[in-house]
């Protein structure tokens, strides 16, 4: 009996010395993921904290540019004041902007939001707190950031931008000074943040360590913005920063690298901070956080543990006697698993096959399976991940879970598609509810400060009808989901003909991947020409001649295909180096360089090699960036407009123009014009060929020449057919003109004929 005593005591003692090993594994872990945890949500404020800053002041510079080139053109005016007035007030009605001035190089107010009376105001050169950054600002080229201080005029704190406005020969002609409010824009992103009670964060100059903004600034302006950030502090952090990465304060700031290191500050302790430096504006985002905070944290989670620790250990004794009920529930969580999606918790596909005997039997009641596929949720997960992407789709489980009938059975069949079994039967009382569904889940979606914007198509089979086995239904739900896939946003009730269409659909797709492995695309181009009558360049267009079907292929049958295929990809840089060789023959032909325009889709411009391959076959063909112009449609900014835009300016800065197709026709905004890097509007060929015989086509042309005027832009109009077309639309200001009124799309050898012999060819 003591023998047995002992062993169970030996094993009590092994189980508590194991226990406390990995308690303090535990306790190591913690202390670890805690400091990880802060340093990397501190590191995102910073990363977040640095692109704000970056984006308001890149914006407000941009303003200035504009507001700059504005009144460039009335400097010679007797009253300027009337002409920056005017152009000014776009950017007064800014609620972040607290006053703006104009000033002459030597200082003096030419012009002042604050007051009717300029000379009011003193010499920037005469006031210590704006003389420096004035100076600064006459010998930059770019903005400059004056110290944040109190504005006696203003009655307000306020952060000065400077930006000296030249003329082409580079002289100074005035200094526009924007006052903006120097807490509004930080302080309502901090308020958006998790912890924002402890963080500490500032933007400094590099030049002085003045503080450009203090968190806690608001505690006491005075002190804050009046007294450096130490230097002494900021080398600590440099050395600690070196010795745990081995970066100097240089490469920092070349590389901009967000870095981030624990350092002691003297007798206020310890504190984690993380790092990173503004090349453009030369500023430095810094974010401190007490690190008293983190082991308080890693104290409550461990003391936490201690206790569930310590409760374990009290009722060990009545472990077997919950083995049985852990067993038991374990196996029901096993089976739970097994037929339920562990995301949205619906059943899944395994849980339908097993328990579809409950809606199909001999003599069962009629029912319907709709079949639904979301739209656009492939984007949400490419752009902003699979987190977010995931936590849309609780969303969708919970509003289908709303909406549905109480009778009904919701499974998520895979993905981002889903089932919904319901005794509706009736055509009109299934439209019906899939419209309300799809009105449901096309709800725009909040996560964590992000809006999402996706639909739903909807597919529909009805028992017995289309099928009497599962199989069957969805194979039917699936081909009328495939239809209102087309559409996009719609419902569709199973037809004999859709199966019909889907099985076209399919031969034309197998007949298009022999087409383009067995070379039977061919290209075409049609000349376009400027209001002189001079080819300028041409528009490279993609024909089929299938040898299949026995005729030419419409481009508006194969390229809807090829995109919602994934053939567009392989298909658009066919075309891409065909017409690059093509061009690239008939300009050492005639010795000159020609313009060649190349549609690009939506699917091609996203695929992350889309400009890799651009740029290879350029190489190839010796074709120089200049000449290359990618046609974009609108609905390209429908997609992703945060990856679009970006990747647009890299474009353009390599020298490559881009035309926007079929404007007027899609979603564009005026607003959103503005901030695309766009050379050319492409006015559609529906406007034009009514615009000598429809009022409102006219003014429509009319309108969007002159917005894309205001812009900059070149206008092309395409589609123009007649002498009377074209001299309206040279009569309303268009630049280049395309048609059969100029000549019909050419093959290469036809092409160099035509340039050769026309009247046109320069």
């Not at 105001?121 to 600064?136: K, V, W, Y």
């Not at 949400?380 to 609780?394: A, K, P, Q, R, T």
Request: aromatic residues 12%.
């Amino acid at each position: 009996m003591a023998i047995i005593k002992k062993n169970i005591w030996f094993i009590f003692y092994v189980l508590c010395v194991t226990a406390t090993f990995l308690f303090g594994v535990l306790c190591y872990v913690t202390w670890q993921n805690t400091s990880q945890k802060y340093q990397a949500s501190q590191e995102n404020i910073v990363e977040l904290m640095a692109n704000a800053t970056h984006s308001l002041f890149d914006t407000h510079e941009r303003l200035i540019d504009i507001l700059g080139s504005a009144i460039l053109e009335h400097i010679d005016d007797k009253n300027p004041k009337i002409a920056i007035d005017k152009h000014a007030q776009s950017l007064l009605q800014n609620p972040e902007m607290v006053a703006l001035g104009v000033t002459t190089p030597q200082g003096d107010f030419i012009y002042a939001s604050s007051d009717d009376n300029p000379k009011n105001i003193p010499n920037l050169l005469a006031l210590p707190e704006t003389r420096d950054s004035f100076i600064q600002a006459l010998a930059s080229h770019g903005m400059v950031f004056g110290r944040t201080y109190f504005s006696p005029p203003l009655q307000k704190w306020g952060m000065p931008i400077r930006k000296t406005i030249r003329n082409e020969a580079g002289e100074a002609q005035f200094v526009i000074t924007t006052v903006l409010k120097h807490t509004s824009t930080f302080d309502a992103l901090l308020t958006t943040l998790k912890h924002r009670h402890y963080l500490n964060l500032s933007v400094i100059r590099d030049h002085d360590f003045h503080y450009q903004y203090h968190s806690n600034g608001h505690k006491d302006y005075e002190k804050v913005y009046n007294t450096p950030f130490p230097q002494s502090t900021l080398e600590k952090l440099f050395t600690t920063i070196f010795d745990r990465y081995g970066i100097t304060p240089r490469e920092l700031k070349e590389n901009q690298l967000l870095v981030s290191s624990v350092y002691q500050e003297g007798k206020k302790g310890y504190y984690l901070a993380s790092l990173k430096y503004n090349h453009t504006y030369h500023l430095w985002t810094l974010s401190q956080t007490p690190l008293s905070v983190i082991v308080k944290d890693f104290t409550q989670k461990v003391s936490l543990y201690f206790l569930i620790f310590v409760a374990i250990g009290s009722i060990f004794f009545y472990l077997f006697r919950l083995i049985a009920k852990a067993e038991e529930k374990r196996h029901a969580d096993l089976i739970e698993q097994a037929t339920h999606d562990p995301l949205t918790l619906l059943p899944n596909r395994h849980f339908l096959h097993q328990n579809i005997h409950q809606w199909i039997y001999p003599k069962a009641p009629m029912f319907s399976l709709l079949y639904i596929d979301m739209d656009y949720f492939k984007n949400i997960n490419d752009s902003f991940g699979h987190h977010l992407g995931d936590e849309v789709l609780i969303d969708i489980a919970k509003r289908l879970a709303q909406i549905a009938p109480k009778d009904s059975l919701i499974v998520r069949h895979g993905g981002d598609e889903f089932l919904l079994l319901t005794h509706m039967y009736e055509h009109h009382e299934l439209l019906s509810f899939a419209s309300h569904l799809i009105e449901s889940l096309s709800q725009p979606y909040e996560i964590h400060q992000f809006h999402f914007t996706i639909g739903a198509s909807v597919g529909i089979a009805r028992y017995p009808e289309h099928g009497e086995t599962l199989d069957a239904l969805l194979r039917a739900s699936d081909i009328a989901m495939y239809t209102s896939k087309k559409i996009k946003n719609s419902a569709h009730i199973f037809a004999n003909e859709m199966q019909e269409g889907f099985l076209k659909n399919i031969t034309m797709e197998q007949e298009l991947r022999k087409a383009i492995k067995n070379n039977e695309l061919f290209m075409v181009y049609q000349p376009q020409v400027d209001t002189q009558g001079n080819v300028f360049g041409v528009e490279a267009l993609v024909r089929w001649n299938s040898t299949a079907f026995g005729k030419l292929v419409p481009p508006d049958q194969f390229i809807p295909l090829a995109e919602a295929t994934g053939l567009m990809p392989k298909l658009g840089r066919l075309i891409f180096e065909t017409a690059c060789y093509d061009i690239a023959a008939l300009e050492q032909e005639l010795k000159r360089s020609l313009q060649i325009s190349l549609n690009v889709s939506v699917r091609q411009f996203m695929d992350p090699l889309f400009l890799e391959d651009l740029l290879n076959i350029l190489d190839k063909t010796d074709l120089h960036t200049l000449n290359i112009t990618l046609e974009v449609t609108e609905n390209l900014f429908i997609e992703e407009l945060h990856y679009i835009v970006p990747l647009l300016e890299k474009i353009k800065s390599l020298g490559i123009q881009i035309s926007m197709d079929d404007f007027g026709t899609g979603y564009s905004s005026l607003s959103m014009l503005r901030q695309l890097p766009i050379d050319e509007l492409k006015i559609d060929k529906s406007f034009v060929y009514t615009i000598d015989k429809d009022e409102t086509s006219a003014k429509m042309v009319q309108n969007i020449i002159t917005i894309g005027k205001n812009l900059n832009m070149h206008i092309l109009a395409e589609g123009v057919e007649t002498q009377e077309q074209k001299e309206l639309l040279t009569a309303f200001g268009c630049d280049r003109f395309q048609g059969y009124y100029f000549s019909k799309p050419l093959n290469k050898e036809a092409l160099l004929a035509f340039l050769k012999s026309s009247a046109f060819y320069m």
